[in-house]
């Protein structure tokens, strides 16, 4: 067998036309006959396919389906011969302002917009920067590079958890050195209860999530040779010239696929939270709840499962908006046009 | 180019860039420093580590010299002229409790003992001659007196302990709010039992044993706990009274017995004498005004002991038995006061030339303690700690931080001393707790055995399909393509919540348990990372050669043959690297986690997020795990760090 010889007979387009008793079968034919020409591939994707069917394709349409559904707590194993609800949860959630899990769930949003924009703005900037600074040379640059990568490497849930002990009025660590070393509160701001929790839990995202931003982009970094650089100097471009003409365009896809990278992970982002604020059973309040900590509190402590899945749908909906925005913006970029 | 960055700017960005990191890694550097530091220190603010706490909280006069046992378990032999030292162990032990053991009245003992009851290493048989360890009976042992009752303690919450001896048996306990009550120490036998008849569940953990003389089978044992004084009688039948609050003044924080019948007690800046018999306070100790809170007493021939911060108040004890028998309490107790207010201070001056009548007044000694040196100096309040009255009239009172102070019978200081102490307090306890107490070693088993499953899974399933994707062409690989992107694009708790109730009702289905074993999550995460894992091993794999397995077609391997003898052994570096990558993101997953896991298959988030709830504000056991659960980690990416490194730059710079 002859992989280019493959892919040739794969494509191919449909046969010529054959009269309508026979093309039922002749389509069917058809398929067992692609299926066996193509018997590697699809050997090799069987078991990854099955599983992703089972595991990921099952319980998403469930979950989409539970979303129309008058859950009931006291029968959650025939969860899905719930009565069905129509658009009740959704209209619940949207339109209905006396419904006690709107009230928190327009809060959860508003910190996860929040959240999301600014820990990417700050992941990128800290990341430009330093990427910037560590490619230049200097001593033990490989030393800094490393040391730069570690907090990447904590697991988020240590990072909340340090970070809770990190953010304690009298014992933590940033009064100590703002209040403490360097005066600059008269007394010791409070960050894990009111309006800076919301910082308190940007912070630490931002702490985690540069160093891998810093990777790619110094990755592209790299990619530029030195004699474009040189060339630049040569015909009296300055050091912002060179950064805008060549850095900058050599960068941007970096960028895009970092802000998709940060999209996703922070509108999701999860285990920071709940690390910080206690044991998951604390809320973290109104400042520093996210959508998934609100949805996990609805779904697995409240047990409302139909308002919990309809909330995931409408998330998973405005997730699936925001990758299209994102790629209609940074089209030009990925493909290099 | 070069001569540039050796300019201002050049360095100024140098240094910038050295200063980023410094912040950036600080973090972690005060999370693995806090998990080996104690949590009072660090609940106070306090950044660098100091001493430890070693009050002198024992002292007894030998025949060569003075012996003094500091709380964390120093002992020091000083001389009795100049309190210079003469020799030292160091058993390096918590919340430790001392009792010399010269035999029984009847027959002394050839050679006197010392124990050591500490809340990390047990009951300590120590040579008190030579200063030597003999014996160590660990926690271990003292907890096998109660099989399955109880098991172990705490190293750290351990505020204190006690030790007691009637005869040969040696009594027990610690102040800890899960010990069941006191333990019985047969010397003989060496064989620890429970004492019967005393519960620390109805009555409160012990803070204070004290063995309450009398002849023998008369003799008793008094507890104090946060709720009263408990008597237990040693004898046969354990008879016991309850002194509650209310049936005495207040609960007391320092108990001795001054004889069969009356016991001193101290509660705050106040103390008095009570009398078992009567069953009521027979004489409040007064002491000059402006003495505080009492921090320590004892009692000698005629006199009470007082110590505070300031120093020490020597009463005369005119309460003796023949006294308490005769009179009301009413009638002692005005007695005692016309006694004591007057001239007590006075009392100190002009000692020398009127003996007798000090010897018939009460009298204040001033301890001189030595200077606390530069790792002491944020405990610099006096206060004396341990007294050890002299047959001559002086006496030997014992401050914090291991400082000694030998005074004459006028009340001068003749001699100071300061006990060695162990410099640096960082230790392991934490880990020691950690794993004792928390079963962290299961969950870091669990944790392991769960991302090892996952990487080796999603490997073995994401080279296939990524060798399937970057060398064929076939039908519905777009669609496959984009339900791989898709499925990044899902929130977990969408598909979290119905696989929970879908693992729940395949098991009642086919009576196959999923839920809460270490196959089910596997397979939810490898269901989570295989797609990814495809997309980035598509790349590694489009950038090998075709010829290599074309080469391997004409020498007659089968295309599965070939993928497997030749794709899968040129692709390796990138397959474990992805592999790794999975490992590290399995590891960091708390959400399925925590619902598709029971107490037996507790990863490492869950185990943390439920110890986390339970242990608020145990700063220094949160630091020690998130420590060991971060260092397995770290370790695994420095080793593949340029394979992790390239790999995920390539991806995503290709793309």
Redesign the interface.
């Known amino acids: 067998m002859h992989l280019i010889e493959e892919t040739d007979s794969s494509v191919a387009g449909p046969g010529p036309a054959a009269p309508p008793a026979v093309q039922r079968r002749s389509r069917f034919q058809r398929m067992v006959r692609s299926v066996r020409r193509n018997k590697v591939p699809y050997i090799f994707l069987l078991p990854t396919v099955i599983g992703m069917l089972l595991l990921q394709a099952a319980p998403i349409l469930q979950g989409l389906y539970l979303g129309f559904l008058r859950s009931r707590k006291d029968r959650l194993l025939d969860y899905l011969s719930a009565p069905w609800a129509g658009f009740e949860n959704y209209a619940q959630i949207l339109f209905n302002p006396d419904s006690p899990i709107r009230s928190g769930l327009w809060d959860a949003v508003r910190n996860t917009a929040l959240y999301t924009v600014a820990v990417t703005i700050g992941t990128l900037a800290v990341g430009t920067a330093a990427a910037l600074m560590v490619n230049r040379e200097f001593r033990f640059r490989a030393a800094a590079r490393t040391l730069m990568l570690f907090p990447w490497i904590v697991p988020t849930y240590v990072v909340g958890l340090l970070w809770g002990f990190l953010w304690q009025r009298e014992a933590g660590l940033v009064n100590i050195v703002l209040v403490d070393w360097l005066h600059l509160f008269a007394e010791k701001p409070t960050w894990l209860i009111g309006p800076n929790t919301l910082w308190a839990i940007i912070i630490p995202t931002i702490w985690r999530q540069w160093p891998f931003s810093m990777l790619m982009l110094l990755a592209g970094l790299q990619g530029i040779s030195k004699d474009v650089y040189e060339a630049a100097e040569i015909d009296g471009a300055n050091a912002w010239q060179a950064f805008r003409r060549i850095t900058w365009p050599l960068l941007k896809p970096v960028w895009a696929i970092l802000i998709l990278h940060g999209l996703i992970f922070n509108v999701y982002s999860f285990n920071i939270v709940i690390m910080m604020f206690g044991n998951g059973a604390g809320f973290p309040g109104k400042h520093g709840d996210l959508l998934m900590t609100a949805l996990f509190r609805n779904s697995f402590q409240m047990w409302d499962f139909g308002t919990g899945a309809a909330m995931s749908s409408l998330l998973m909906l405005a997730m699936m908006t925001l990758v299209f925005i994102w790629y209609r913006i940074f089209r030009d970029q990925l493909t290099g046009k | ?2 001569p540039k ?1 050796r300019n201002l700017a ?1 360095r100024l ?2 240094a ?3 200063i ?2 410094l912040l ?5 550097a ?2 693995v420093y ?1 998990g080996l530091k104690d949590n009072q220190e ?4 306090k ?1 660098l580590p100091g001493r430890r706490q070693n009050d002198v909280i024992f002292l007894k006069e030998m025949s060569d010299g003075f012996l003094a046992g500091t709380a964390d378990g120093g002992i020091t032999l000083f001389s009795k002229s100049g309190l210079r030292k003469e020799r030292h162990l160091e058993l390096g032990t918590f919340a430790t409790s001392f009792l010399l053991d010269t035999g029984n009245a009847g027959s002394p003992a050839a050679e006197p003992v010392l124990w050591a009851l500490s809340s990390n290493r047990g009951l300590q048989r120590v040579d008190a001659k030579s200063l030597s360890l003999q014996r160590t009976y660990g926690i271990e042992a003292i907890a096998g007196a109660y099989g399955s009752a109880w098991k172990t303690l705490w190293v750290n919450e351990v505020a204190g302990s006690s030790l007691s001896q009637s005869g040969g048996r040696l009594f027990l306990s610690f102040q800890f709010k899960d010990y069941p009550g006191v333990t019985e120490f047969d010397k003989a036998t060496g064989s620890f039992s429970p004492l019967p008849g005393y519960s620390a569940k109805a009555s409160g953990a012990v803070r204070l044993l004290t063995h309450l003389p009398g002849t023998a089978g008369t003799d008793s044992l008094a507890m104090l706990t946060g709720q009263g004084i408990f008597l237990r009688s040693l004898g046969t039948g354990n008879a016991g009274r309850d002194l509650r609050a209310g049936r005495i003044p207040s609960v007391p924080e320092r108990l001795c017995a001054l004889d069969a019948r009356r016991l001193l007690l101290s509660m705050d800046s106040r103390a008095c004498i009570y009398d078992l018999g009567s069953d009521s306070v027979v004489r409040w100790l007064d002491r000059p005004a402006g003495s505080g809170i009492i921090t320590s007493f004892a009692r000698s021939a005629g006199r009470i002991w007082l110590g505070d911060s300031r120093g020490v108040t020597a009463l005369l004890d005119i309460t003796g038995e023949a006294a308490a028998k005769a009179s009301t309490a009413d009638g002692l107790i005005a007695a005692g006061a016309a006694a004591t207010v007057n001239d007590s201070i006075a009392a100190t001056g002009a000692m020398a030339a009127k003996q007798d009548a000090a010897a018939s007044a009460d009298r204040i000694f001033l301890p001189e303690f030595p200077a606390p040196d530069q790792g002491n100096r944020d405990v610099t309040s006096l206060r004396v700690t341990s007294i050890l009255p002299l047959a001559e009239g002086g006496a030997l009172l014992g401050g914090p931080n291991g400082t000694l102070s030998l005074l004459n019978m006028e009340g001068k200081s003749v001699a100071s001393a300061l006990a060695p102490s162990p410099s640096l307090y960082i230790h392991w306890r934490n880990y020691v707790d950690l794993w004792r107490n928390i079963d962290f070693g299961l969950y870091l088993k669990n944790s392991f055995i769960v991302c090892l499953g996952v990487m080796v899974v999603a490997m073995v ?2 080279s ?2 990524g ?3 970057a ?5 519905g ?1 777009n669609l ?1 393509g984009y ?1 791989v992107l898709a ?13 929970y ?2 693992f ?2 395949f098991s ?1 289905a086919t009576g196959l348990i999923v839920k809460g074993t270490y196959g089910g999550l596997i ?2 995460y ?3 990372f ?2 990814f894992s ?1 997309w980035i091993l598509r790349g590694f794999f489009a950038t090998l050669p ?1 010829e290599l ?2 080469a391997a ?1 004409v020498d007659g391997c089968g ?2 043959q070939a ?1 497997f003898r030749i794709i899968i052994p040129s692709a390796l570096p990138g397959i474990i690297a992805t592999g790794v990558y999975v490992f ?1 993101s399995a ?2 997953e ?2 399925f986690a ?2 598709l896991t029971d107490e037996r298959t507790y990863t490492i ?1 869950v185990g ?3 110890f ?3 242990f ?1 504000n145990r ?1 220094d056991l ?2 020690a ?2 420590t060991v ?2 260092i397995p ?2 370790v695994l ?2 080793v593949m ?1 340029k394979h992790i ?1 390239s790999g ?3 991806g ?2 290709k ?1």
């Open positions: 180019m070069r960055h050049g960005l140098t910038a860039t050295w980023l990191i950036h890694v600080a973090p972690i005060w999370m806090c660090i609940l106070a603010g950044v399933l994401a296939m399909g060798y399937a994707l060398r064929y062409e076939f039908p690989k496959f339900s499925t990044q694009m899902v929130p977990g708790i969408m598909l979290l919540l119905p696989l109730l879908m729940i009702n009642r397979l939810t490898a269901a989570y295989v797609p495809i075709k397995e074309e077609l295309p599965i993928f590290l590891w960091d708390l959400m925590w619902v988030p943390i997020r439920l986390v709830g339970n608020q700063y949160m630091m795990a998130a659960s971060t980690v770290m990416f420095f760090q490194v995920l730059t390539a995503a710079v793309e």
